[in-house]
């Protein structure tokens, strides 16, 4: 069964950082591009940051540049969102998706509609 787990998500003052996980079971990740979303109470979900699935090309919302980083570690099939400066419109549950690199031309992808697998979410909350 293809799963897609996240973890790393809490409650943490403005200014904070947090890390996110994204841990594949039942398949593995070399051969997917992958996305982190978002999505706040009341909002569309949009998209955080992507990785190829190669690690070398990355994108980041304008929102998050300077502030997040995405990587990626394919011996442990994990991918990461490194989170520091927090701020209170960062909050929202936070989604990792995965898609197979053939169907994007392995081209990173910050919309959800290509993305064939997700996670169930984790909550990230900043606030003091």
């Known amino acids: 069964q293809l799963q897609l787990v996240e973890s790393g998500g809490g409650l943490v003052q403005p200014g904070g950082s947090l890390r996110l996980s994204c841990a594949a079971s039942g398949f593995t990740l070399d051969y997917y591009v992958i996305g982190w979303f978002r999505q706040a109470p009341g909002k569309e979900r949009e998209g955080v940051s992507c990785i190829s699935s190669s690690g070398g090309s990355t994108n980041y919302a304008d929102s998050v540049k300077g502030r997040f980083t995405i990587s990626r570690d394919n011996a442990k099939n994990t991918v990461y969102l490194q989170m520091n400066s927090l701020k209170p419109e960062d909050t929202a549950v936070y989604y990792c998706?995965?898609?197979?690199?053939?169907?994007?031309?392995?081209?990173?992808?910050?919309?959800?509609?290509?993305?064939?697998?997700w996670g169930q979410g984790t909550q990230v909350t900043v606030s003091s």
């Open positions: 998706a995965a898609v197979d690199a053939p169907t994007v031309q392995a081209m990173c992808v910050m919309a959800p509609i290509p993305y064939d697998y």
